[in-house]
């Protein structure tokens, strides 16, 4: 098997190992997940959480399907809790009576963690 290296899939990046990774997703693409990718879920009846809300991108359209939705993220943005979703107990609603869905475009470099974390049945 070939593996493709075309610019298209190798994106030339370099972000420091400290960096927040700041790259966010734009309301159009969450609205479409919602109405499109997630129809007949009855969000309406279900809680949601944004672990890397950034300034809320997705947020306010993820509260346009969800019946409830909270936000977090590491650094203060100004929307949400701030804390870890990497480290359980750091946001105040993370407190073991979990959510119904986690929806989140995650740090790149911590995406599988971000992964195992909701998998884990935050």
Partial sequence: MNQNTSSAV???RSEPDDSL???PTQPWATRALCFH???GYR???KTCWEPACNRGHMVDPLAESFGQV???DVHN???GAQGDFLI???IPWDDGRGVDWIVTNPPFRLAEQFIA???AGC
Avoid: E, N
Wanted: charged share 25%; no cysteine; glycine share 8%.
């Fill in 37 to 39: 990718v997630l129809a």
């Fill in 70 to 72: 909270w936000a977090s």
């Fill in 43 to 45: 969000l309406r009846d």
């Fill in 21 to 23: 990774d700041d790259f």
């Fill in 10 to 12: 190798m994106q030339q």
């Fill in 117 to 119: 974390r909701a998998l």
């Fill in 88 to 90: 359980p107990g750091m």
């Fill in 77 to 79: 943005y100004g929307r």
